[in-house]
């Protein structure tokens, strides 16, 4: 698979790398780690196979060999051939020797993934494929994709490619408030903090990016000024720095840092932040730990019944 456009920042994604928070190096992965398991598992991939995760406009890419692909995730108008004929989304695609496919800008959500039967052959680094771009490892060559860039696919195999229910995605896309629970420093803040968390709307700053989500709308305040000296730090904790504006971490954050957590938006609805771009209104709303896990146990469950 060669680069022809690079679009606005792609990169090779796979669900992250794990265990190593302890030396300082975040999980990276697919921001949307639900929507890179479905395009792996439609091509017949193993869910965590090495995929291409597009940034709010997608690559330009031929293919010298036959290729299965499916592209999921954000809307994004992707086509192929000399007609341009459009690529269906969520949908597994086979594609001749020589196809480009042209993906465009995604028009809802921020990143589209782009599975090719086999999965993408780079090396691993702490046994993951992901790319790490602050750290400069991973993926290929620890970098954003490039204009003539050459991605390798492994082997294709036997596997069956699968087909998606109709209106499956819906019930694993939720709409609604973002689910949070109550941070590690939740006590730290004011009596209403919390309850203002929750009732208020915030605007998606365009200082985002895959480290955290600058949130702009209600201050947080604290009881007192103080600051941590240091404190691990969970995927998806919601942090408060001194102007009051809260931070979602995200899978390229810091492991560790000094600024109070008020809450923790829930593993069910990491990957809706992924799909989050920059003026996006979020609004907040409170879940016990025991409903985060059902949850999560009910989105697992929920994406084994989407296929045919």
């Known amino acids: ?72 995730g954000a809307t994004c108008e992707c086509r192929t051939g000399q007609d341009l004929d459009r690529v269906p989304a969520n949908t597994a695609t086979e594609l001749p020797a020589g196809a480009v496919l042209q993906c465009g800008s995604m028009t809802t959500g921020a990143r589209s993934y782009l599975a090719v039967q086999g999965g993408l052959d780079v090396p691993l680094v702490m046994g993951s494929a992901s790319t790490f771009v602050a750290a400069h490892f991973g993926g290929l060559q620890g970098r954003r994709l490039q204009k003539g860039d050459v991605l390798p696919v492994r082997k294709r195999d036997a596997k069956r490619v699968r087909a998606l229910r ?94 109070p957590k008020i809450a923790n938006v829930i593993a069910a609805d990491m990957h809706r932040v992924g799909q989050l771009r920059p003026r996006d209104k979020v609004r907040f709303a409170e879940v016990s730990i025991v409903e985060a896990i059902g949850a999560l146990r009910a989105q697992e469950k929920g994406l084994r019944k989407i296929f045919v």
């Open 1 to 72: 698979m060669r680069v022809a456009k690079p679009g606005f920042f792609t990169t090779v994604q796979d669900l992250g790398r794990y265990g190593y928070a302890h030396l300082g190096i975040s999980p990276a992965g697919a921001a949307d780690a639900l929507s890179l398991r479905i395009a792996n598992l439609l091509v017949g991939n193993e869910e965590n196979a090495p995929a291409l995760e597009m940034t709010l406009l997608g690559a330009t890419l031929e293919f010298e060999a036959n290729t299965v692909i499916a592209i999921t």
């Open 166 to 259: 109709p209106g499956a995605l819906n019930r694993l896309y939720p709409q609604g408030p973002l689910r949070i629970t109550k941070g590690a420093q939740q006590d730290w803040f004011s009596a209403d903090a919390f309850e203002k968390l929750c009732s208020s709307t915030y605007v998606v700053s365009e200082q985002s990016d895959r480290t955290g989500l600058r949130l702009k709308g209600e201050a947080m305040q604290l009881r007192e000024r103080a600051e941590l000296l240091t404190d691990g730090i969970p995927l998806g904790a919601i942090q408060v720095p001194q102007d009051g504006q809260p931070i979602i971490l995200f899978v390229d954050q810091q492991t560790t840092g000094g600024y």
